[in-house]
């Protein structure tokens, strides 16, 4: 691995750390603007305490109580919203690591050329891991910079920490695209699957986090956005083991990703 | 002394699909390529000329045989092989928001010498008078190319393998690459070129194999191809065809297929314009127009007696 590939990746992908993040990164200043009114907030509060509970976990919450509180409401409301967003991003990136290329015979190029196919994998994985990551930081810097700049009572940290956390959920995402992608070599068989993993993982919590039973924990269980804890760190109750989990994930895509695009024809 | 083979292929097959769907798209292809020497792979459009080279470079995989470049396995040794191989695809895709520059420094940079390659690559744009400062969608089909063969050829690979080289590209241009090509096998390289355009592998090839139906059917010299190569001629004459002319064409040995249309005169030509010139010579000859035969006509010329006569 020389890093080439994930510079030119960087490179050929660089605005869309910029597009994203900042139209992200405009969201989280209309949350700040929001949340900078307790009149607001109060307001908030009182409609989702009439809502039954799936209609508030839609909106990100399992506590109502999470609305009152200025840093509650941001993380809250951002964090459903962000990591909706941030999964058609991450499943555009999937589909860029190797489908779009293969689609359109770039990708005869690129192997022509003195790299391994795992090698080219890793780092065209890397490389939009890291455009991720870019995207993620600076709109959560954003969002932190409007609660500086209009005053909000809510601790940064926490905000920070919230929004930071949706970033294995989003390399999760891009992960299992690129795996339907390498799996199912059609790109458009591809979009349609990935879009199906992101809608039913959001129902899947929905329905999974505000019904009780064995069905219900098994459908919230296997969601990732049940694995987003925006809340937790409003609660202090962050339990990093989530996160491992959502890692250990990705790293079995990845692997089986590797795995068959490295065993089979390209571009057919 | 026997000549060092760059390229062998062992009963190489591949076959897409299953079941019922199942098509055969190659073979047990077996071919040997030899350093010094341009290759041309010659057939019609699905004959299975892509789809060996897209099995030489490892992109797909054989469902049975096998094939070495340089002595090197081609699944098992694809990243040795792929550095010192150039390839030129047939349907071209590059990066299109990117300048020739900075795809021509990509290419160098994944090959590991990105400045003395780029020098290289400069003398090649020069020559083929691409402009590599323009993004590749602003670029035409023949400059794209242009660039794909700057690409293919900047670190002067031991072997380059070309799919259709030539699509595109303004005959002066054509000249120049054929040119390059001599140039490549005066030094001893390779080239493995497909094509299914006859002149252009007339023009540069040393011998020639032919591929039809996934079928390997002959690999000749060029002279020996060109030996059965006869042309279409059109002849037109200011006034009406001369009396008896078409009965006097038809009873020469070499011309066949002879038919008439106003002032038009059209035949099937075999070797010399000697014969032909002399009879149409009793009339006013307004224009000639000479076509080659197409490859499945070359082909058909070939396998069904044409050879002998």
Redesign the interface.
């Known amino acids: 691995m ?1 890093g ?2 994930v510079g ?1 990746t960087l490179r ?1 992908s660089w605005k869309q750390i910029l597009y994203w993040g900042l139209g992200l990164g405009v969201l989280g200043l209309y949350i700040d603007f929001i949340a900078s009114s307790p009149d607001i907030i109060a307001g908030y509060a009182d409609l989702f305490k009439a809502m039954p509970p799936a209609l508030l976990q839609a909106f990100g919450a399992s506590d109502v109580a999470l609305f009152t509180t200025t840093e509650g409401w941001i993380v809250s409301i951002f964090v459903s919203e962000a990591g909706i967003f941030l999964s058609v991003f991450a499943v555009l990136a999937g589909l860029n690591i190797t489908a779009n290329d293969e689609q ?6 690129i ?6 196919r795992a090698a080219y994998l890793l780092e065209r994985w890397i490389g939009y891991a890291l455009v991720g990551l870019g995207i993620v930081l600076l709109c959560a810097l954003i969002t932190v910079a409007g609660i500086i700049g209009m005053n909000v009572d809510a601790p940064h940290d926490v905000i920070l920490k919230s929004i930071l956390n949706l970033y294995p959920a989003a390399l999760l995402v891009m992960t299992v695209t690129c795996l339907l992608a390498t799996a199912l070599r059609r790109r458009a068989m591809a979009i349609g699957f990935a879009a199906a993993f992101v809608v039913v993982s959001y129902l899947f919590n929905v329905i999974g986090a505000s019904a009780s039973g064995a069905i219900a924990d098994f459908m919230e269980s296997v969601s990732y956005f049940s694995y987003i804890h925006g809340e937790a760190f409003v609660l202090g109750i962050y339990n990093p083991t989530d996160s491992f989990i959502l890692i250990a994930a990705i790293l079995v895509g990845f692997a089986l990703s590797l795995r068959m695009f490295v ?6 | 002394m026997a000549s060092e083979s760059v390229i062998e292929i062992n009963g190489l097959s591949k076959s897409y699909g299953s079941g019922k769907k199942q098509t055969l798209a190659l073979n047990a292809l077996d071919l040997t390529v030899n350093r010094g020497e341009i290759f041309g792979y010659l057939g019609p459009n699905g004959a299975g000329k892509t789809t060996t080279i897209r099995l030489l470079l490892d992109l797909i995989r054989p469902s049975a045989g096998s094939a070495r470049i340089f002595g090197l396995d081609i699944r098992a040794d694809s990243v040795e092989i792929h550095r010192r191989i150039g390839f030129l695809p047939g349907e071209l895709t590059l990066w299109e928001n990117r300048t020739g520059s900075q795809i021509i420094h990509y290419v160098a940079s994944v090959r590991g010498d990105a400045k003395g390659i780029a020098k290289h690559a400069d003398e090649l744009a020069e020559r083929l008078d691409l402009d590599t400062s323009k993004r590749v969608r602003d670029l035409s089909s023949g400059n794209k190319r242009k660039l794909g063969l700057v690409a293919a050829m900047m670190h002067a690979p031991e072997l380059l393998i070309l799919d259709e080289p030539t699509g595109g590209l303004d005959p002066l241009v054509q000249q120049t690459f054929h040119a390059m090509m001599d140039e490549y096998r005066d030094k001893g390289k390779t080239v493995f070129l497909s094509s299914h355009v006859l002149s252009e592998v007339q023009a540069i090839c040393d011998r020639v194999g032919i591929l039809r139906g996934g079928e390997l059917k002959a690999v000749e010299s060029v002279e020996k191809i060109t030996n059965v190569e006869f042309h279409w001629v059109d002849v037109t004459f200011r006034d009406a065809i001369p009396i008896g002319l078409q009965q006097q064409l038809e009873g020469l040995p070499s011309i066949s297929d002879v038919s008439t249309n106003g002032r038009r005169i059209r035949l099937r030509m075999l070797g010399d314009f000697d014969p032909l010139l002399r009879v149409i010579s009793s009339g006013y000859v307004e224009m000639v127009h000479v076509e080659e035969p197409s490859l499945e006509e070359i082909f058909l010329a070939y396998y069904s007696g044409d050879k002998e006569n």
């Open positions: 020389t080439i590939v030119n050929t359109s015979g770039l990708m005869d190029v192997l022509s050329l003195p790299i391994s065993s089979r024809d390209i571009g057919i």
